[in-house]
């Protein structure tokens, strides 16, 4: 059975961009409209969410491999980080498409003046060199700085995290959601590094 | 500015908000005509029977009832008069997108909470507290609130400081007409207005994640609050406001974002110096109390210069250039002669 784990996972992190995809492709071809008045700013939130959503997923692997003992999960660490990587791009594709329709001045604007931007594209500058060497054959040539370089993740989900407590407006719910998952799943890895006994820890022997 | 107009639009894709602009119309039209004309207007509003006229508020708006009386004040509200700043020759967003696109907070985060949580919101019984430097201070029913007033349709823009914008159809009267009645002082230089707070009826205000310290309050200067064009609406379309939309009466100031058009209204309170506006008092950096739409001065998190007017639609997008004032400053740019709109915002 577990040779069919790896492609269920792909479909479940593949299905919430096909659905936008295919509510595009019907906005397109003028067919019903699934997203709403401002479909713009809908696309916007969702593909943000699913970037984040699987950005920390990707960093869950670690934790949850050792805390469970289950190492089998790190099959499992590529795929989705690429999928963050994808969501990230879509949401930037829809950012530049759809909100600012290519007006090339404006991003510029955009990127320099408003702070949640600003840290959204860093974190999107700092994710693209680790998506490009996700391939075997990079991490077999860049050996011992493969993984160094893919620390860089914890950086870019700081980012990410910033990038949406940023835009907290009417409840805090998504900023302590998400900035406290990030601030978990990096605290555990620093406890790790540090002590035996947390590296010795886990639920399930 | 003026973007698409309606011949441009494929027949088949007239909404429901065309029929009721051409039925704004054409009644205007029989109406000069006379007697045949009625006969005729008739047949045209049964031809859309069950379809598109009626489909726009449909009987079951959001609220556990409705009462009559206001119903009917609402029904027989006068025409917005062909021109002038209270109607527009803009297409109308259709009732269904002013129904469930709404920045409600008390009821959810999202776009869609308001008119998935407020379905039965009630607004019987319904008090108003008017309070401070006013000669008439008390507590009034809705129905001392609303009798006295003539209800008129007033079509206006209304711009979110998140850069979107709609064209609603309101049905109210303008503001200062009820703040006269209860006898300001002199010292009445500002006047507040608290929303409802009922954790039982509104969901959002239970959370533990709250931003807001409810209630939800905004403020005007008095001379903005006496302005004809601050509007007390009362419903949209061809009916009483859903919940979502504020019920059972908030505040419209169209020449100000949106986040100032406080909804669903118990209090209201007459001040020396100026109140608290809810947003301000979270991120007073980013929110000001004028809050006039400006499309010079840009929000930290939205450009002002343009907005999305809704719907929109992602390959034909309707991005058009915000106005000074949302279009309103030959009427209201009196109002701030002198000020420095950058600094008061
Ligand atoms: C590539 C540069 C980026 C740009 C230009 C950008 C831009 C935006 C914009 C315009 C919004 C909508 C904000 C609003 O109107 O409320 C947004 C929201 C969001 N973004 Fe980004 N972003 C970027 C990168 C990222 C990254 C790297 C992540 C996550 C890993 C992310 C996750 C989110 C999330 C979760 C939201 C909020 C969705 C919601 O409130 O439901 N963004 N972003």
């Known amino acids: ?32 409209n699934l997203l709403g008045p401002d479909p713009a700013q809908f696309l916007s939130l969702e593909t943000g969410e699913w970037a984040i959503r699987l950005l920390i997923l990707s960093l869950a692997i670690t934790p949850l491999r050792y805390l469970f ?19 990230v791009c879509m949401h930037l594709l829809v950012f530049l498409m759809f909100l600012l329709q290519w007006q090339w001045g404006d991003i510029g604007t955009e990127i320099a003046e408003r702070p949640f931007i600003t840290i959204g594209f860093a974190a999107f500058i700092i994710l693209t060199p680790l998506a490009a060497t996700s391939l075997n054959i990079a991490q077999r040539k860049l050996g011992r700085n493969w993984k160094r370089l893919h620390r860089l993740t914890y950086a870019a989900s700081i980012l990410g995290a910033l990038h949406v407590i940023w835009i907290v407006r009417s409840s805090y719910f998504d900023a302590v959601l998400y900035g406290g998952v990030v601030a978990l799943l990096l605290g555990y890895r620093l406890l790790r590094k540090y002590s035996k006994a947390v590296q010795q820890f886990s639920l399930l022997k | 500015m ?32 006379g007697a045949g004309g009625t006969g005729l207007l008739t047949s045209a509003l049964n031809a859309q029977t069950g379809d598109a ?15 009559d009386w206001l119903v009917e004040k609402a029904a027989a509200r006068t025409e917005a008069p062909a021109s002038g700043p209270f109607n527009t020759d803009e297409e109308l967003t259709p009732f269904d997108d002013v129904s469930t696109y709404n920045n409600f907070y008390e009821f959810g985060t999202g776009k869609d909470d308001p008119a998935r949580n407020a379905r039965d919101f009630s607004i019987e019984p319904w008090t108003v507290k008017v309070e401070g430097e006013c000669a008439k201070p008390g507590s009034y029913s809705l129905e001392d609130i609303l009798k006295p007033h003539t209800f008129e349709e007033r079509v206006f823009r209304l711009r979110c400081v998140e850069a979107w914008s709609m064209v609603i159809p309101w049905v109210g009267f303008s503001l200062g007409d009820l703040l ?17 707070v009922d954790s039982e009826q509104m969901p959002a205000q239970r959370s533990r994640f709250a931003t807001i310290d409810w209630p939800y309050q905004e403020g005007l200067r008095m001379d903005e609050a006496m302005h004809p064009l601050a509007t007390i609406a009362t419903g ?32 209201i309170r007459f001040t020396k110096t100026m109140p608290n506006n809810t947003w301000r008092d979270l991120q007073a950096s980013e929110y000001g109390f004028y809050a006039n739409v400006n499309p010079q001065v840009s929000h930290p998190r ?44």
């Open chain 2, 53 to 67: 006229l009626f489909a726009r508020a449909p009987a079951d708006i959001n609220l556990a009832s409705k009462p």
């Open chain 2, 2 to 33: 003026i973007i698409k107009t309606r011949k441009e639009i494929p027949s088949s894709e007239i909404t429901p908000e065309a029929v009721y602009r051409d039925r704004r119309k054409f009644l205007k039209s029989s109406l000069a005509v």
């Open chain 2, 236 to 267: 949209l379309y061809n009916d009483i406001l859903p919940a979502q939309n504020g019920a059972p009466l908030r505040l419209v100031v169209p020449w100000k974002y949106g986040f100032k058009s406080i909804k669903s209204i118990v209090a």
């Open chain 2, 302 to 345: 939205w450009s002002q210069a343009s907005e999305r007017r809704l719907p929109t639609s992602l390959f034909m997008p309707r991005r058009i250039d915000t106005m000074m004032f949302n279009g309103y400053a030959d009427e209201v740019a009196s109002l701030y002669d002198g000020m420095d709109l950058r600094r008061f915002y």
């Open chain 1, 1 to 32: 059975m577990s040779f069919l784990a790896k492609p269920a996972i792909f479909l479940l992190c593949l299905a919430p961009g096909a659905y936008l995809a295919y509510a595009v492709y019907l906005a397109f071809t003028g067919g019903e």
């Open chain 1, 69 to 87: 003992n289950w190492p089998v999960l790190f099959r499992f660490r590529r795929m989705i980080g690429l999928f963050a990587y994808f969501y």
């Open chain 2, 180 to 196: 006269k009645r209860f006898e300001p002082t002199g010292d009445a230089n500002y006047v507040q207005f608290d929303t409802l």
